[in-house]
């Protein structure tokens, strides 16, 4: 099975833009994550998406959303960009089993300048 | 709320040596506990998962054992290589439902020959 794919893989963007960035998960996965990796803060979660539904949303403002396809792929969006927004960004799906692993993509890595 | 505390790096071995990362969690209920590992310029690979106490997960030589009474799930492996030079990181989650992770912060292993 292919994994989880993510694009673009480098972005760069100015202050005040938006950006959209795109996620595949693996073949029959319907849970899809997506998290924001910074060397100050690591890891934080941002939101979840199961069956085009957001079940589960991090401690993040109204800038960032996101949403969920049919075909289970998701999007994640951010308007009026700030510095504080270059990270990371990982995706990772979930076969929605409940031994809750997940599996990630290999993320896009934003810069805003 | 949910917590992850692991060793702060990073962690200098010689090939070979032993490896233990420690890794403590705070949590409501009964969480299900991984470890994941990401390699320079890639995302998160998941190594090794427990779902319920004294589960032992285990995967390419490292192992990590479930201790409900300690909160713990420390990472170990009997004689590390070069190529297990990474950052690793310990995750829980909590179950209820959600998919969300919540990550310690991470430890830098390095493997020198």
């Known amino acids: 099975k292919a994994g989880v794919t993510q694009t673009p893989r480098y972005l760069i963007k100015t202050r005040g833009q938006q950006v959209t960035l795109s996620c595949s998960p693996i073949s029959g996965h319907r849970s899809v994550s997506w998290y924001q990796q910074t060397p100050g803060q690591g890891l934080q979660f941002l939101f979840e998406?199961?069956?085009?539904?957001?079940?589960n949303k991090g401690n993040f403002p109204g800038r960032f959303s996101g949403r969920q396809f049919s075909n289970s792929r998701s999007e994640m969006n951010v308007s009026t960009l700030e510095l504080g927004d270059s990270a990371l960004y990982l995706c990772?799906?979930?076969?929605?089993?409940?031994?809750?692993?997940?599996?990630f993509g290999p993320g896009t890595r934003l810069t805003v300048t | 709320g949910d917590s992850v505390t692991q060793m702060e790096g990073p962690v200098t071995l010689s090939e070979e040596a032993f490896l233990t990362i420690n890794c403590t969690y705070t949590?409501?209920?009964?969480?299900?506990l991984f470890w994941y590992v990401q390699y320079p310029g890639e995302g998160l690979q998941l190594l090794l998962k427990?779902?319920?106490?004294?589960d032992k997960g285990s995967n390419k030589g490292f192992e990590a054992t479930y201790r409900k009474e300690t909160t713990s799930f420390h990472l170990e492996k009997g004689s590390v290589q070069v190529s297990d030079s990474a950052v690793y990181f310990c995750?829980?989650?909590?179950?209820?439902?959600?998919?969300?992770?919540?990550f310690g912060k991470g430890t830098k292993l390095s493997v020198i020959p």
């Open positions: 990772a799906s979930s076969p929605g089993t409940r031994t809750y692993e997940q599996y």
């Open positions: 427990a779902t319920k106490a004294d």
């Open positions: 995750a829980l989650n909590s179950g209820a439902g959600s998919y969300q992770l919540t």
């Open positions: 998406y199961f069956s085009e539904t957001q079940r």
């Open positions: 949590a409501t209920g009964y969480p299900s």
